[in-house]
């Protein structure tokens, strides 16, 4: 490639040759998400991708695009960039699984100050990480150097994902009824949202990340909020296998009270119980550090929900059965009833 080396670019802030380093480094990451559907074509102008659609009657593609937010200001800081990327997979990803929608790939898009191909190839790693744990293929990407208008050392990452669905087979909330079960599917701590309150609440730029504190049970707090966002592609597809589902919500920026409203039809709301909720330390450490209203920390977080499903009460043992097989430490956190607010805690 150093026919294409341009002089005048490279003093101009671009190296073009850093870009074809980063692509080779993250060749063999690209590699592990390849599935039946997906044709190699890394480094091409487009992701070829041949659709499946046998056994679908009428097959809708879904949807999905989203960043990490300022959580990668966290890992800038703690010089770690290798699961920065399953959290951008895991925005998209998440978001299409709540209709019902099977992931089949997933495109990134990093901007950087300079190019440093060693950690465009680590923040690719991730992603990589994320297509395997959703079952997505990872058919393709853009990186592009910003010069002047990024500090060297910055970054962003943002993705976009496209499932496929049957349309009998959406979920669809109208089907929601007083008297159905609301199950939580754990996070694994404040997930992708929330970080700019994080970062003002903990000062982070000034505050020593590695150190271990008691109130996180010996973890430092770099490490506890770089943990990242759980993907629950697979166990709900098993779910949907195998349940009547009526409604799923991520619960992502905006909290209980934003999202899973998306869920319930008009008439109806969610009654959950706060004294069934598993919360992770990290948002007893938040609320206790910034003073912050408990109904903030609910409209703000996900405080150890990252999805609710809806199910009939009836179905709810089959339903907690299938995911716990598949992984999910799920339980019951509230029902559905009628009327009042879309979103009671009690």
Known sequence: MNESYSASYAAAGVDITAGYKAVELMKAHVARTMTAGMAENIGGFGGLYELDTAGMKHPCLVSGTDGVGTKIRLA???DKHDTIGIDCVAMCVNDVICCGAKPLFFLDYIACGKNRPEKIASIVAGVAEGCVQSGAALVGGETAEHPGMMAEDDYDLAGFTVGVVDKEKVVDKNKTAAGDVVIAL???GVHSNGFSLVRRVFRVE???????????DGK???ETLL???????KPVLALLEQVEVHGISHI????????????????LGAKIEKSTLKIPLIFDLI???GSIPERDMYNTFNMGVGMSVTVPKEQADKALAVLRENGEEAYIMGEIVSGGEKVVLC
């Open 220 to 222: 430092g707090l770099g």
């Open 252 to 267: 992502t920026g905006g909290g209980f009270y934003e999202n899973i409203p998306r869920s319930i039809p008009n008439g």
């Open 227 to 233: 943990t990242p966002t759980r993907i629950y592609v």
């Open 287 to 289: 609320a206790n550090t």
């Open 76 to 78: 800038q800081l703690m």
């Open 206 to 216: 000034s505050a020593n990340l590695n150190a271990p504190l008691e109130a996180l």
């Open 186 to 188: 754990p996070s694994t």
